[in-house]
């Protein structure tokens, strides 16, 4: 019965025959070789994780960092849900510490991003290839078909609305060639974001500004500090919420990496950011 | 002024009617003759929708006005099984089209014209063999050697009626009494010297056509019948060593129109699949009409191309090969001014420090100078087409504001760093600018506000009241 069964499966015509002679043979070690196979088969989902560095930030993310290859959405409220600049510099500090080498593609209805402006992020322009689009759909559009083509190593798209069709079919697009996905929520002037949309994406982030160091402490000059955001990660699947005060890179600091300011207890975390309308 | 007629149809030719008739002279053979104006303009322009649609036959094809068209099916004719079976196919088709025709086909224009037009020629297809054009002429009226009508009158008062006895008198004599042109119409008839022809479009190089047994329209169609004309185009190309940049894509429609498509692309490539993709994702835009008869493929730019050799440096350009796609992919779909990678360029104005360079150059002529990151000198993430106006307030003129309103919403200023000042660039102003010194230059300050969230202002202006601008914003 089971040399029949083996019979069978040589039969199918395998690239690595099962080993031939009865003795070496076990039901586990044919199984292990099958599922090994399996696992080449499947699209390529471990790509790997970022680490932040900083074990409040990656305790809270699947894998213990963010998972390259998958798409992730961040998003900003108030002020900046119009003008994206903070999720944008965050996104910056993200992409130069995930993806430090490769083309990226930014794709947006409007050119407003300022390349020098990510120079202070660690981030080289230099690799940055900007596509302007029409609107919120064919972004959305363009994305995929740079995400599928795998011909950047990541690619960030600005639209406001993201259905779940859009956001799961980007999600399908990364798996398939490895490229990392973000979709920065953004909302022209006069819309409002939609919160409670359905999430495909793997980890969702809620960035705020948030009142710089020296700006507090240092009274006679009163110079802005380096930038600090209220990170919130509202989504993370396998993961758990988070949120955290993050000092951006920038000045001086050549180490080009965010650093965990002040861990926000669950309450200020459930605090509305959304501070202006 | 008296109204000719300019051409008759069969039934009113029976009655005795002729081209150059008076009108009235006609109005009494014919009392119930109906007319219609002769539109010179339309008939030459739906001459030239016909000689486009020829083309399905032969890339030389062009309108012979006042009504004939110049096929140089030279090569093209076993294409559509020999000479007799071409005229066949052209015969059905203009038929299909109820437009009257009469084809010849010879080895030199000026043969075939008078062919074409002979009036003791049997049925509407002529054809004779190679260098039977003296003996096929020799019978026909001197007027169908194309010459103007005060020598055919003098031939005939001269008893030179055909051809035949036209090419024995000696050539001194004719063209003594009659100018050059007789000679030369024969020379040209008999193949003796050569005719140029004005063709509509220059012959391309680098092209491919389908003509198709029956007319198509949809799109399937369509993009199936580009994947065949890439395949043979990049098949040519290939063969040549070259690569093609630009490639237009035209369909022949039964009308006559000549939809087209273009695309660009940033490398010269021949694969076939991706200049078929490519052009497929236009189709869409093609309007068939009732049908296309045909269709081209025109590389109007090609580039030597090496064959890719398996060495090293093919892994680097293999890597480059899906980058170059997916730009050619969107280039094509959004334009090429819609995608492009920033380069620095050296000069202070904010606005002009940031360029567009191509995405992907085919043939980089320096190498793209790079990024400098300047701590003293901090740049907005996001910055403005145009400065948006604030109300700003500010202690004294030279601080930065404690205050100001921007899109409705008023932000109060914790921390300001600046001023950096940047002065327009006196050598791109135009000269008739009446603006005074002072107010070209601009005086940015770097400010946060009490949430955090921070903004590049700018003062215009030192003297009088100075105005303040939002120019980017920080993240």
Known sequence: ?277 | MVRRLAAVCPHAAAAGLAPDQPLAEARAICPGLAVIDADPAADRAALEGLAGWAERYTPLAAPDTPDGLVLDITGCEHLFGGEAGLAGDLARRLERFALPYRIAIAGTQGAAWALARSPTSRGPITRIPPHGEAEALSVLPVALLRLDSRSVAGMRRLGLRSIGELARQPRGAVTARFGALPTRRLDQAFGRIEEPVTWTRPPQPWEARLAFVEPIGTPDDLGRALDHLAADLCCRLEAAERGATQVEAVFIRLDGMRPAISIATALPGRDPMHLARLLRDKVPSVDPGFGIDAAVLIAHATEPLRAPQSSLGAIAAEAAMPLAATLDTLANRLGADHLWRPAPFDSHVPERASIRAPALASRPVMPAPSWEYDPSAERPIRLFRRPEPIEATAPVPDEPPIMFRWRGALHRVRAASGPERIAAEWWRRTPDESQSEVNRVRDYYRVEDNAGARFWLFRLGLDGTPRWFLHGLFG
């Open chain 1, 1 to 277: 019965m089971r040399d029949e069964c083996k019979e069978q499966i040589e039969n199918l015509s395998f690239v690595h025959p099962l080993p031939s002679s009865p003795h070496d043979v076990t039901p586990d070690a044919s199984l292990e070789a099958l599922r090994a196979r399996l696992a080449g088969l499947q699209p390529a989902r471990a790509r790997g994780v970022w680490r932040f560095g900083d074990e409040r930030v990656d305790g809270c993310l699947p894998g213990g960092g963010v998972p390259r290859g998958v798409l992730h959405e961040v998003s900003a409220g108030g002020i900046e849900a119009e003008s994206g600049a903070v999720a944008a510099a965050f996104l910056a500090c993200v992409l130069s510490g995930m993806a430090p080498a490769g083309d990226v593609f930014w794709i947006a209805p409007t050119a407003d991003l300022y390349p020098p402006g990510l120079l202070p992020y660690g981030f080289d322009p230099g690799r940055l290839v900007q596509v302007l689009t029409r609107n919120d759909s064919e972004t959305l559009a363009v994305l995929e078909a740079v995400l599928r083509s795998g011909a950047a190593v990541a690619a960030v798209g600005e639209a406001g609305r993201l259905g779940r069709v859009a956001a799961h079919r980007l999600h399908l697009a990364c798996l398939r060639r490895g490229s990392t996905g973000f979709v920065l929520r953004r909302w022209p002037h006069g819309r409002q974001g939609d919160g409670e949309a359905p999430i495909a994406a793997v980890t969702r982030w809620d960035i705020a500004a948030a009142p710089s160091a020296a700006a507090v402490f240092a009274e006679a000059g009163r110079e802005p500090g380096l930038a600090r955001w209220r990170v919130r990660l509202t989504h993370a699947r396998g993961g758990v919420e988070g949120s955290w005060i993050m000092q951006a890179p920038g000045g001086a600091d050549a180490s080009h990496s965010l650093r965990v300011v002040a861990e926000l207890a669950p309450a200020a975390a459930a605090q509305p950011v959304r501070s202006v309308r």
